[in-house]
């Protein structure tokens, strides 16, 4: 059972928008920034989405963050057969004092 | 250009130890916050450790504390992770990871390629 919650899957048709959920509490979203990471199949996570809204450098502008209360969000808009991935979120916990991620979301390009 | 590169993983008895290395290049390693992430076959993510940027100071999931130890040789940029009693539930996919610190938020990039830590009989 994580401590971040995430949907197990989502799904969009291509062009299309989607949003990925992850929840959390006071103690670690409520109060900590949020990441987020790809991970295409039979690969390494990447790093998407830090400080809950930043894009690193290559991450195109369809990808956005955001954050509001005890849960964040990872939009994705423009959707591509490529973004077929698992995507988690992380953050700090500052109750249980280490770092935690979502469960993750498979999301599939129909 | 950012680079890390985990070696030492394979399949070992329940019980047994293993260490597992990863070298970096491209960056200070000693101005690096170096982690270990493992993800279980079809699971997700489970932070495991983490060497802060002075080297000193070190955390650990509760589900490996007192088995597992970080460290790193800096000469050669080099983050180690002993492993030791190693149990079933260890059997995971390693990877290492560059830490960046907001306040006492961690973000990790970049990712290596990963090492496969096999633990059965």
């Known amino acids: 059972q994580s401590v971040l919650t995430q949907p197990p899957s989502v799904s969009a048709a291509p062009g299309q928008m989607v949003t990925i959920s992850c929840s959390g509490s006071?103690?670690?979203?409520?109060?900590?920034?949020v990441s987020w990471y790809q991970q295409l199949p039979g690969t390494a996570p990447k790093l998407l989405m830090y400080?809950?809204?930043k894009r690193p450098s290559g991450i195109p502008d369809r990808f956005s963050g955001s954050k509001s209360g005890t849960s964040a969000t990872l939009g994705i808009t423009g959707l591509q057969t490529g973004d077929e991935a698992d995507y988690y979120c992380?953050?700090?916990?500052?109750?249980?004092?280490?770092?935690?991620f979502g469960g993750g979301t498979q999301l599939t390009v129909l | 250009e950012v680079h890390l590169l985990e070696s030492g993983g394979g399949l070992v008895q329940p019980g047994g130890s293993l260490r597992l290395s990863c070298t970096a290049s491209?960056?200070?390693?000693?101005?690096?916050?170096m982690n270990w992430v493992r993800q279980a076959p079809g699971k997700g993510l489970e932070w495991v450790s983490t060497?802060?940027?002075?080297?000193?100071?070190?955390s650990y999931a509760d589900s490996v504390k007192g088995r597992f130890s970080v460290s790193s040789d800096n000469s050669k940029n080099t983050l180690f992770l002993q492993m030791n009693s190693l149990r079933a539930d260890d059997t995971a996919v390693y990877y290492c990871?560059?830490?960046?610190?907001?306040?006492?938020?961690?973000?990790?990039?970049?990712w290596g390629l990963g090492t496969l830590v096999t633990v059965s009989s």
């Open positions: 990871a560059r830490g960046h610190t907001v306040g006492i938020t961690l973000w990790f990039d970049p």
């Open positions: 491209g960056f200070t390693f000693t101005n690096s916050a």
């Open positions: 060497l802060n940027d002075r080297g000193y100071n070190t």
């Open positions: 006071s103690s670690n979203i409520g109060i900590n920034y």
């Open positions: 400080e809950n809204n």
């Open positions: 992380g953050t700090w916990d500052s109750s249980l004092s280490v770092t935690v």
